[in-house]
């Protein structure tokens, strides 16, 4: 049974790109959330999707914006990048928001 | 605003030696606590889940309990695989997301 899984694994772009990452849940999970990490930090909150719509917003700017695929998985889009976006971006499934998260092994982005 | 606080930052332990982490959360209408386990590099890999006071999950050298006011994770005769940053996360009513505390990171020396 293939868990969550997220691509790419690693990541650089230039200050004022945009960048693409995608996740796909684990078998059986329908709803989709997007963390970020930095360093010596705990995860926080980006999003949540949930039946192809964002469901729940975290404090984060509209440049980070997302979508949600019928067969459940998901992309996180962020535009004109800063350098303060450099993180591990953590995608998180479960089955309809309601039980226990589980995790990808994150897309590390750097910003240079 | 609610919180979520873990201590000790870092803990530095010999193998066989016995700790606890704690995490302490100040927020209404807790729906459930959460234990994670992270790797350098890696995403959280789930432990545990409490709902309520009193309750109590156990898994190998874990064991996590709560109260109204905090959890701890104890860790019994450690090894050094035990090894990593274990990360506490709150969910409260009405809301979906989970929100981390920073972590403990834990070094089990052999």
């Known amino acids: 049974d293939a868990g969550v899984t997220q691509s790419p694994t690693h990541l650089i772009k230039t200050r004022g790109q945009q960048v693409t990452l995608r996740c796909s849940p684990k078998s059986g999970h329908d709803t989709v959330s997007w963390y970020q990490q930095a360093l010596g930090q705990g995860p926080q909150f980006i999003f949540q999707y949930y039946e192809e719509e964002e469901r729940q917003r975290g404090n984060f700017p509209d440049r980070f914006s997302g979508h949600q695929f019928p067969n459940y998985s998901s992309e996180l889009n962020v535009n004109a990048l800063l350098l303060g976006d450099s993180a591990l971006y953590l995608c998180?499934?479960?089955?309809?928001?309601?039980?226990?998260?589980?995790f990808g092994q994150g897309t590390r982005l750097t910003v240079v | 605003e609610d919180q979520v606080t873990q201590s000790p930052e870092a803990l530095r332990l010999q193998e066989g030696e016995s700790s606890s982490l704690n995490c302490s959360y100040t927020?209404?209408?807790?729906?459930?606590l959460f234990w994670y386990r992270q790797d350098p590099g890696k995403g959280p890999e789930f432990l545990f889940t409490l709902y309520s006071a009193g309750e109590e999950k156990e898994k190998e050298r874990l064991k996590a309990t709560l109260t109204k006011k905090e959890s701890f994770l104890h860790i019994t005769a450690p090894k050094p695989e035990d090894s990593a940053t274990y990360l506490c996360?709150?969910?409260?009513?009405?809301?979906?997301?989970?929100?981390f505390g920073a972590g403990t990171t834990v070094t089990v020396r052999a």
């Open positions: 996360a709150v969910k409260i009513s009405n809301d979906y997301k989970l929100s």
């Open positions: 927020v209404s209408g807790l729906r459930g």
């Open positions: 998180a499934s479960s089955f309809r928001g309601n039980t226990e998260a589980f």
